[in-house]
């Protein structure tokens, strides 16, 4: 087995910041020492094969990307990145597991739809990854079918309140399936937005001649996002599910978010970078088609409003425990553009997976988040929210070898031919400057990015069984 030790550099993690070495034995962490001291406790032999300098660097956890849409067949095209271009373009930017969403489509059963994605992901990831299960069609059959995956390491399931005729639960299929939820256990993961009713605004806005990418952010309400969050949580108030509500973006949704965490409820939201720096005016509202680049649901919100800043403030707060990405990319040319002259046909997501860790750490030099909060909301609460902490989102013994060694000194320009490794013909990042830079990364052990090399292999990515919720009160 190789032995790699990581040295001279600040190991931090969610709940500290101090200087250690880091020794890996094979795939797993064995030791964290203060530099310089015996590795006690350990067998190794004599020496190590590899040593990595970590001096005037942070050591931090793998970051976990929680909310992922590799190959999505979406808006009669699919998500651009498959599971390998996909997760090389994580480890690119420090993420070392995505947990991705296994579907099943109306009318097919649970198993089957969990089948078709271990067959997508299956030697192609570079790095490890797990998955949720959409639950497209809550029936008699799904819901016996829930009480069994949780053996297949699959410990949380999403709803859609919004897409009537394709993912879409109505308020008695969700009281059926937080029902079972309670019971199992199982994480209900809930794409909170009122459908139907954007289904009509959308037809009106169109009727209207209003067809522009701006539109879309139009029709989908915040009103839609907190109506529909606070039915979530009061059907999990019921029946006792625990709740994550995913892609939160709309300032009142996270208030009613709150609310419900206030009153003891397990109650969850996470946000995406999307939602902290983009806006609906500067980007939905670009000139042209251009603004189909980030047309994604829940939208853009008005930065007018003050979501974003509401977004980061609640970052720090903890009204909102994490951020994901939704990772969901589709090219302008061939896909984007199946929308031109009808909002309503774009196909609906952003690529983010590769950027996360950057993005999120620029709250870290602006001032907007500590150091530590951004390993808790980047890894180490994903870890725990979705059932792989220990295993995953901590530098500790016994702990798989996923570490990111991040240069605060480096620098970082996003876009195409500068740091853009996913499956897409532009870059809805284009132009961000980041102050850090991902310098090295290890996914179990094994350097896969050496500074501005890609050293890792389609196959090196592993399914991890999850557990149930290490989060809940
Ligand atoms: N939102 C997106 O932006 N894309 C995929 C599905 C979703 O809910
Ligand atoms: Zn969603
Ligand atoms: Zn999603
Ligand atoms: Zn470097």
Redesign the pocket.
Known sequence: MTTTLITGGTVVTATGRSKADVLIDGETIVAVVAPGSQLLGTDLPAGVDTVIDATGKYVIPGGIDAHT?ME?P?GGTAASDTFETGTRAAAWGGTTTIIDFAVQTYGQRVFDGLATWHQKAAGNCAIDYAFHQIIGDVNADSLQAMDGLLAEGVSSFKL?M?YPGVFYSDDAQILRAMQKSAETGLMTMM?AENGPAIDVLVEQLLAQGKTDPYYHGVARAWQMEEEATHRAIMIANLTGAPLYVV?VSAKQAVEQLAAARDNGQNVFGETCPQYLYLSLEENLGAPGFEGAKWV??TPLRSRAEGHQDHMWQSLRTNDIQMVST?H?PFCMKGQKDLGLGNFSKIP???GSVEHRMDLLYQGVVNGRISLERWVEITSTTPARMFGLYGKKGVIQPGADGDIVIYDPNGHTSIGMGKTHHMNMDHSAWEGYEIDGHVDTVLSRGKVVIDHNEYLGAKGDGQFVKRGLSQYLI
């Open positions: 849409h999505l979406f859609f919004a794409h892609h994604c649901s939704d969901c609906n997501g952003i």
